[in-house]
């Protein structure tokens, strides 16, 4: 499959902006075991100043590729088992980030299925610790430029994007009123539970 790399005028400017535009857009792996891509299908903002977010408490080394310039990779382990996969979104010293938290599976299937130990096509992106294990994304991906990159970049959208939902973000306690989650509706591959995604 052939992708079309997108450039920085093709993004939106704004973490909010960025997590809706970020729907449908493709995220593509290059590996030494070969290529692996999916459809962002389902993301949330950590905007500036939000509790919830990493880069609340200010820089750290943990989360310093937060407060870099925007539409860079940020991943974070948790729960000590698992990465996430972040873009960042704002200028140079703004800490702020979008969580990509489920992909729809396009390019390299095998690849990802073996990586993830299933066969199930709905489950191998369902899900931030999922996508990152079926893209072999972990720490030495973090802080790669996604414009430039030639092992982890987005691509442009492979056809145009349904409606997208709107929702609270998931799996958090602070701020956890706030409606940051978006999705495209419908879409059999966007994580989380069924009363938080209705088509």
Do not use: K
Not at 7 to 26: N, P, Q, W, Y
Not at 72 to 77: D, F, K, N, P, R
Not at 104 to 115: F, H, S, V
Not at 123 to 132: E, F, Q, Y
């Amino acid at each position: 499959m052939i992708f079309e790399r997108l450039d920085a005028s093709e993004l939106a400017v704004g973490t909010e902006e960025l997590a809706r535009g970020l729907i449908g857009v493709v995220l593509v792996r290059d590996s030494v075991d070969g290529r692996s891509a999916g459809r962002i299908v389902e993301t949330e903002a950590y905007v500036i100043g939000d509790p919830a977010s990493h880069a609340y408490m200010g820089p750290r080394q943990r989360n310093a590729t937060m407060f870099l310039e925007p539409f860079l990779s940020y991943v974070y382990l948790i729960y000590g088992t698992s990465f996430c996969f972040n873009v960042t979104s704002e200028p140079r010293g703004e800490g702020a980030g979008v969580l990509v938290r489920a992909l729809e599976p396009l390019d390299g299937i095998e690849l990802m299925e073996r990586r993830r130990r299933s066969d199930s096509l709905r489950d191998l992106c369902r899900g931030p610790g999922r996508l990152t294990q079926a893209l072999d994304i972990d720490r030495s991906l973090d802080g790669r430029s996604l414009l430039t990159d030639p092992d982890l970049w987005l691509a442009r959208a492979p056809r145009a994007r349904g409606p997208i939902g709107v929702s609270r973000r998931i799996g958090i306690t602070r701020a956890a009123h706030r409606r940051l989650r978006f999705y495209e509706r419908g879409n059999p591959f966007v994580s989380g539970p069924r009363t938080l995604s209705p088509p």
